[in-house]
């Protein structure tokens, strides 16, 4: 067929022909046959049409092949795996007959049988890729796919020279013209439904418009007929419910407000005789002939010591005046703590360098301090 020899270029033929080194005019020749051959037998398929279209899709054959045919045949290479993949294809297609198709082949070109075979199983893939490529621009079904090879079965067979066609034992096929839907046909068929439709679609739009303006125009009137009755409901025992309610709360204002004046009054009694109670306890009551450590020196409620710039004097004293001794006493009215402050006191000077047999912890005393210790010099 015209249509696919177009995609053997001369570009094409130059390859196969180094590659096969076989003439120029035997490469062109074998290729236009090789694509006759293998179309026949696609015609003939006896597993049909669903069968076809089923290799076209598995087999990815989209037409893509047809744009880079010049490529894949640039080496020899490239030129091996096409044939590696027709050979898969002309085996499924032509099947026992493919020896003896070889042979006839290879006679009618005067090329070597190799040769041959390859110029063949090069045709196969170049063959499906158009097919496929019509398959997926016309968007044939299995049916009108079966047309279409049947409408090219005359062609086909009578550009092959009259030994091949006996050779491959090919009738001559004619379209069908009982009962059969030709894919012109059809595509006539589809686009005079297509303008019927164009014609029609705009009265049913008309119409659903039409629909749609009756029906909100129904559900607005309904709702007009219920905020009307919404409007009309009484409320007049609605504003005798109300009245009794405000009675109640002016009633129960005046108890309010009397409580809250009680609570004033005794509240800031209360507090103001805990508050003397707390100054009371907080006074210090510190020993004769005693001082008060600072109580800021230590963390709170704690023995350890933070501080020490309020421990300084103290050190000072000490460090100054060798023979002097201080006695440390902890307050009975603060607890424990204040032991654990007088040792803490004592082992802060002992680090300073003020020898420990300076420094003596008294037994507690009475008396009372914030940092729970005391202390006197001797």
């Given at each position: 067929m015209d249509v696919i020899k177009k995609y053997i270029t001369e570009s094409v033929v130059d390859h196969l022909s180094q590659q096969l080194s076989e003439e120029k005019g035997s490469v062109r020749k074998g290729l236009e046959l090789g694509v006759n051959i293998f179309l026949a037998f696609v015609i003939k398929f006896d597993k049909g049409p669903k069968n076809i279209l089923s290799v076209l899709n598995d087999g990815g054959h989209s037409g893509e092949l047809l744009k880079n045919l010049d490529n894949f045949t640039a080496s020899r290479e490239k030129?091996?795996?096409?044939?590696?993949?027709?050979?898969?294809?002309?085996?499924?297609?032509?099947?026992?007959?493919?020896?003896s198709i070889t042979d006839k082949l290879a006679q009618f070109l005067s090329v070597k049988e190799s040769s041959a075979s390859s110029l063949l199983n090069v045709s196969a893939p170049v063959v499906l890729g158009f097919l496929g490529k019509t398959v997926r621009e016309e968007n044939l079904s299995a049916t009108q796919l079966k047309d279409y090879l049947q409408g090219i079965s005359d062609?086909?067979?009578?550009?092959?020279?009259?030994?091949?066609?006996?050779?491959?034992?090919?009738?001559?096929?004619?379209?069908?013209?009982?009962?059969?839907?030709t894919h012109q046909k059809a595509v006539k068929e589809l686009n005079?439904?297509?303008?019927?439709?164009?014609?029609?679609?705009?009265?049913?739009?008309?119409?659903?418009v039409g629909v749609m303006i009756y029906y909100f125009s129904r559900i607005k009137e309904v709702a007009e007929k219920n905020t009307v009755a919404t409007v009309k409901s009484p409320t007049f025992e609605l504003q005798q419910e109300e009245v009794p309610v405000l009675e109640d709360t002016v009633e129960e204002a005046p108890k309010v407000e009397e409580k809250k004046e009680v609570v004033k009054k005794v509240e800031p009694e209360k507090r103001q005789e805990d508050t003397s109670k707390k100054e009371e306890k907080k006074k210090p009551e510190i020993p004769a002939g005693f001082q008060a450590v600072p109580p800021y020196a230590f963390a709170h409620e704690s023995a350890e010591i933070t501080q020490e710039q309020y421990l300084v004097d103290l050190l000072q004293n000490l460090m100054t005046q060798s023979d002097k001794k201080i006695v440390l006493s902890p307050l009975k009215g603060s607890g424990s703590i204040g032991l654990d402050r007088a040792y803490a006191i004592r082992d802060f000077l002992i680090d300073k360098g003020v020898g420990w047999e300076r420094i003596n912890i008294e037994q507690v005393r009475s008396g009372y301090t914030d940092s729970g210790v005391v202390l006197r010099y001797q």
């Open positions: 030129s091996r795996l096409l044939e590696t993949i027709g050979q898969n294809i002309v085996n499924y297609f032509i099947g026992d007959k493919l020896a062609q086909v067979v009578g550009n092959l020279p009259l030994n091949l066609q006996s050779a491959l034992n090919l009738p001559s096929y004619k379209r069908s013209t009982v009962g059969a839907t005079q439904k297509k303008e019927n439709w164009s014609f029609i679609w705009p009265w049913i739009l008309l119409v659903f």
